[in-house]
């Protein structure tokens, strides 16, 4: 109603009038809400709960100094590993061998085999690892080890899946070694968990007897 009233010059003027006093109004608001946060934050700085910032920083330094460790034990683990791959290496290039079997002690012998055969699909891992056995040549005494796929009586042979149940009971196991002495060469070989309840093959009067002896021996 009043910009009616006004002539078609005062309008312009007047428009512009109000577009400055609407800049100037914007201008100090977003100045005073500047002003609030600062305020703020300094009262926040005052008070003695907000000094947090050092432990913060604090925590960042524990934190690089964690990785500074684990890069250590990494470091530490792998100068290990590489000195028993050499080792290895130099038993091979001695005894003219391209491959030999290494132990791995219970209960870490998943760890071991993985620390030497690295990171391999598992058809790889099962063909590169077996289950030995105590074995004993009934004509010569010779002692000896051996992994005999055909070894039904032992139950740690399932657990390890060397073979699989299935392939023992209900299939024909691919045997990785040959049911042979190797001092004298006679096949008639037994392993120490098929001995149970029978006659001790060097005197040849006692039975063989299974003991419990806990989880330590």
């Given at each position: 109603?009043?910009?009616?009233?006004?002539?078609?010059?005062?309008?312009?003027?007047?428009?512009?009038?109000?577009?400055?006093?609407?800049?100037?109004?914007?201008?100090?608001?977003?100045?005073?809400?500047?002003?609030?946060?600062?305020?703020?934050?300094?009262?926040?700085?005052?008070?003695?709960?907000?000094?947090?910032?050092?432990?913060?920083?604090?925590?960042?330094?524990?934190?690089?100094?964690?990785?500074?460790?684990?890069?250590?034990?990494?470091?530490?683990?792998?100068?290990?590993?590489?000195?028993?791959?050499?080792?290895?290496?130099?038993?091979?290039?001695?005894?003219?061998?391209?491959?030999?079997?290494?132990?791995?002690?219970?209960?870490?012998?998943?760890?071991?085999?993985?620390?030497?055969?690295?990171?391999?699909?598992?058809?790889?891992?099962?063909?590169?690892?077996?289950?030995?056995?105590y074995a004993i040549c009934l004509d010569c005494q010779h002692q000896f080890e051996g992994d005999?796929?055909?070894?039904?009586?032992?139950?740690?042979?399932?657990?390890?899946?060397?073979?699989?149940?299935?392939?023992?009971?209900?299939?024909?196991?691919?045997?990785?070694?040959?049911?042979?002495?190797?001092?004298?060469?006679?096949?008639?070989?037994?392993?120490?968990?098929?001995?149970?309840?029978?006659?001790?093959?060097?005197?040849?009067?006692?039975?063989?007897?299974?003991?419990?002896?806990?989880?330590?021996?």
């Amino acid at each position: 109603m009043i910009l009616r009233r006004l002539s078609e010059e005062s309008v312009p003027k007047i428009r512009a009038k109000l577009q400055n006093l609407r800049s100037i109004i914007s201008e100090t608001s977003r100045l005073s809400r500047y002003i609030y946060e600062l305020d703020r934050s300094v009262k926040m700085l005052e008070e003695p709960r907000y000094y947090k910032v050092v432990p913060r920083d604090l925590r960042a330094f524990e934190f690089l100094e964690s990785i500074e460790r684990d890069i250590g034990d990494e470091k530490g683990r792998l100068e290990s590993l590489l000195k028993e791959l050499i080792e290895i290496k130099e038993r091979l290039e001695s005894s003219g061998l391209r491959s030999m079997r290494l132990p791995c002690p219970h209960p870490l012998e998943y760890y071991y085999a993985i620390r030497i055969l690295g990171d391999v699909d598992r058809d790889v891992f099962k063909s590169r690892t077996g289950f030995n056995s105590y074995a004993i040549c009934l004509d010569c005494q010779h002692q000896f080890e051996g992994d005999f796929r055909d070894e039904k009586v032992n139950e740690w042979r399932f657990y390890y899946g060397c073979p699989s149940f299935e392939k023992a009971f209900r299939g024909k196991p691919e045997m990785k070694d040959e049911r042979k002495c190797p001092r004298c060469g006679s096949s008639n070989v037994k392993t120490v968990f098929e001995l149970i309840n029978q006659t001790c093959p060097k005197c040849r009067k006692g039975i063989i007897e299974e003991i419990e002896t806990g989880m330590i021996a």
